[in-house]
């Protein structure tokens, strides 16, 4: 464990100017830790040996034993690597990064490769394509002690093993995912900061029908306060993972990670598990209840509009001076609005005259 | 007709500062008018003579023959008689005027008080309690023609003839309604205006869970352009009705009315059918299908939150930054919020410390 004590300092984290409160920290065997987790907060568990044989999947290793699978690798300009979805489409939306497909040997060379201008994030999930080297150390993850949570807390399947190896400096934008993950850190330094699911509204996500669903709209290192005003009473929960930590980040909790600055290569595996089925709806809800009926609803409409502007209108009919402040938009063209009767007042304008009657009209 | 033509002159009229363009106004003969029922749009038929048999409908003959039945009658202190409806309750809210209960006689003698301060509105659907002669009167209405409107338009039933008994003066606020309404003056003037329903964003009606509903919450004797500022936007189509004119008040329309000044009482009679079953959904959906949809998913998050606080917490959180311009409140709580984790943060932060590892906290 001390062996981290010394392993980073300070000046390898980016400053932010919210308040960012230590995140429980907890060695393996500490009740502490399932009270946190039965109750869907988030902690880091030290010593659960959850992936110890993963802590010698350094680059040479997994170049030599992964196997000739092709591998998702996102290749960007800047240090960061903001998610889209590909199967959401709108008009003007530019992919902040390029989405590759590469044998491992070619991320291998393009990371080594001095005179590069792109930065580079493998993620990848595990599949049957990895060889048996890989095979063997992936049966001999500690299956028992995660087996014993997911059974403790009654969660679905395990949905998938994402394995992220990242440069460092990379930065993952702060965004929620919907299921319960035990984040764990293999080798390399990675710093997260979360933000519960009560704070979604100083966070600002994209409209679900957006390509960055699920992803604040907020450029932590940009935020923009005229437009997520409320941005300005964020307030995270820190730490920096070392190898060997697990981090249990409950769903819909915001997470933001960054690979330290001159910390080499950070490989880390996700255990993406189905949240536990909803016990008995309780008054007020939860901000996850919530959160889940926000993305219901948001989904509903688009289904019933198809089309995500008529979507944009929609809501803001539904909340604007109603639920919302209102702001006066000389830019908002009312002729834009779906079921518009600009055509009505025409129309009626037209034939404001029928026979024999039309005066009485001038006298309104 | 021409009777009508110096019953009245503008300045027995309102002054609003927004546009008003004139209603058409047909003959009964008019295809005009069959047109433009048929596409939901308003219309002042002139020679229907759907009630002319109420046009006798004075307050000296509906006191002798209306009979001992209860009537509706609100009592307000001001001109303004803005409905609301009782079975909605929210915290301090109080009713801007008084519903009481009267026998007939009592409305007329409270009428001809001289003294009063108050002033009166009767609204009283036509039930089996009215006297013979009402029947008859009733009975003698052109029912020939009005359910040849129902079926050339496919509408459903009539559901309630409401008796509307305004002093000079009253005025009902904007609101729509859900039904199809032929609108008929049996005396008096009224002054009408409609708005159409892709004004809907320019009227800002209520929340559905207000008692106010369906009630635009602009004040239009002074519009308050900070919390509405798309009012200045609104167009409003206009008509004085008249003894015996009949106005097609389609559903969803927004409506003003104002009994003119130094006009005496004016009797009106509602015709309400259900609107006729929606057909093929066709896209973009029209103005009034987007305010059934809102409607029913401000009813359906209603139902699931329970608590119309909740509600407004919801509606925000949805579209605050994301589908509306969100605005800096510093009087916004955070921890009014429902599923709020101010518990959560002091929880972590308690516990910031588990056996042994609290060290690593610090550093982030």
């Given at each position: ?9 300070d000046?390898?984290?980016k ?14 065997n500490?009740?502490q ?12 568990i030290?010593?659960?040996?959850l ?6 999947w ?5 170049r ?5 699978g092709?591998?998702?690798?996102y ?5 960061s ?13 530019t ?12 991320f ?6 001095k005179n ?5 994030y ?13 095979v ?30 990242s440069?460092e400096?990379?930065?993952?934008p ?10 764990s ?13 009560s704070?979604?509204k100083?966070?600002y996500p994209?409209p679900?029908y957006?390509p960055?669903?699920?992803?604040s ?5 940009e935020?923009?306060?005229k ?33 330290l600055?001159?910390?080499?290569i ?5 255990f ?10 309780t ?12 993305r ?16 944009d ?8 001076g ?6 006066q ?11 518009n009767?600009a ?22």
């Amino acid at each position: 464990m001390m062996a981290e004590w010394n392993a980073w300092t300070d000046d390898q984290l980016k400053t932010y100017n919210f308040p960012i409160h230590p995140l429980p920290i907890c060695s393996v065997n500490d009740p502490q830790a399932e009270e946190l987790i039965k109750e869907q907060k988030p902690v880091v568990i030290k010593g659960s040996e959850l992936i110890s044989t993963a802590q010698k999947w350094d680059l040479e290793y997994l170049r030599e034993h992964i196997g000739d699978g092709e591998f998702t690798v996102y290749e960007s300009d800047s240090e960061s690597f903001k998610y889209y979805d590909d199967k959401k489409v709108i008009d003007g939306f530019t992919p902040p990064m390029k989405q590759r497909r590469m044998i491992f040997s070619e991320f291998y060379d393009a990371i080594k490769n001095k005179n590069r201008t792109k930065k580079y994030y493998l993620q990848q999930p595990l599949n049957d394509k990895v060889g048996p080297q890989i095979v063997v150390d992936f049966i001999n993850f500690n299956w028992k002690w995660i087996k014993q949570q997911q059974m403790n807390n009654n969660w679905g399947p395990l949905t998938s093993n994402l394995l992220l190896i990242s440069e460092e400096g990379n930065v993952t934008p702060c965004h929620y995912d919907e299921q319960e993950n035990f984040y764990s850190q293999a080798n390399g330094y990675k710093r997260v900061i979360l933000f519960p699911p009560s704070q979604y509204k100083y966070l600002y996500p994209h409209p679900v029908y957006h390509p960055h669903d699920r992803q604040s709209q907020v450029d932590f290192d940009e935020p923009n306060l005229k437009l997520f005003p409320k941005f300005k009473k964020v307030v995270g929960f820190g730490t920096v993972l070392g190898p060997g930590d697990v981090l249990y980040l409950p769903s819909y909790w915001f997470h933001y990670f960054e690979t330290l600055k001159n910390s080499g290569i950070a490989t880390a595996i996700t255990f993406w598990y189905k949240a536990a089925p909803v016990g008995n709806i309780t008054y007020p809800l939860t901000a996850v209840q919530l959160m889940a009926m926000m993305r219901n609803t948001e989904k509903m409409i688009l289904e019933a509009l198809k089309d995500y502007k008529q979507v944009d209108i929609f809501w803001n009919m539904l909340a604007a001076g109603r639920y919302c402040k209102d702001v006066q938009d000389d830019t908002d063209d009312e002729d834009a609005g779906v079921g518009n009767d600009a055509s009505v007042v025409a129309k009626l304008g037209d034939i404001g005259r029928c026979t024999g009657h039309g005066d009485e009209a001038k006298n309104v």
